[in-house]
């Protein structure tokens, strides 16, 4: 159990906005990488490499897990302990490249209306009908319009926009800052907004990378983080699975 209810919450919020950043970044790399660099034509070669970055390493892991602990086997469908994120993932990858045609190529205004109309079924089904599905499929539809919202800023070059404005990056920063304080206030007890975690958690990703894309421009960026994505998986993975041995 959590002995400071405050601290827990507070440590929840950072886990939160973990997993929507490392979404909204993926829909965002999937997206840029599509547009600019002319990669992912082959939708099913595509999906055998998300297969093997993604589900191999998830059914490894969840079947040591599964013996390790005792767990039913059928848990590795609905997802195994942490190891759920890389099953959704690769979920949500799989329905965007299947749906690829419905937004690939339309107008900013539907584009928008797809966004919200996945905002929307989400709230539908969590707070309203109050539906639960499996740890693995919750988390589909919970992400699925964190990683398209990545996918918008990317498909029309948001970012871009935003750093070639004067003022851009400096706005930028200064709404990144007020919105941390904000939530800072709020697990102190300062104020009381409703609904403020959960839209930092949905607005911050798209600062964040605005302001590391401005940082990672410059060349002097030691290549350390730079290439700090090719370890993420074992970094995410290697932890949690030694913390739940011991």
Not at 125 to 151: C, N, Q
Request: charged share 15%.
């Amino acid at each position: 159990g959590c002995v400071i209810p405050e601290y827990c919450d507070f440590s929840m919020f950072f886990c939160f906005l973990g997993l929507n950043c490392f979404v909204f970044i993926s829909g965002y790399l999937y997206s840029y990488l599509m547009k600019k660099k002319g990669k992912y034509e082959n939708s099913i070669s595509f999906i055998k490499n998300k297969a093997k970055r993604l589900l191999m390493p998830y059914v490894f892991w969840s079947i040591l897990l599964i013996i390790g602990f005792h767990c039913p086997f059928q848990k590795i469908i609905s997802g195994v302990y942490h190891l759920w994120f890389l099953l959704m993932l690769f979920s949500v990858f799989l329905i965007a490249t299947i749906t690829k045609k419905l937004w690939y190529k339309t107008s900013s205004l539907k584009s928008l209306f797809i966004l919200i109309s996945l905002f929307a079924f989400w709230v539908l089904k969590e707070f309203i009908l109050r539906l639960h599905f499996g740890m693995v499929y919750d988390g589909v539809i919970k992400y699925l319009p964190v990683f398209f919202f990545g996918v918008l800023i990317a498909k029309y070059d948001f970012v871009s926009k935003v750093r070639k404005f004067k003022y851009g990056i400096a706005i930028n920063n200064s709404i990144l800052i007020l919105v941390l304080v904000v939530v800072l206030l709020k697990y102190m007890g300062v104020v009381n907004v409703g609904g403020i975690v959960y839209v930092s958690c949905l607005v911050l990703p798209l600062f964040l990378i605005i302001t590391f894309n401005a940082i990672l421009s410059n060349k002097n960026v030691p290549s350390v983080i730079t290439n700090l994505d090719k370890n993420c998986m074992g970094i995410y993975i290697a932890p949690y699975s030694y913390l739940g041995y011991n």
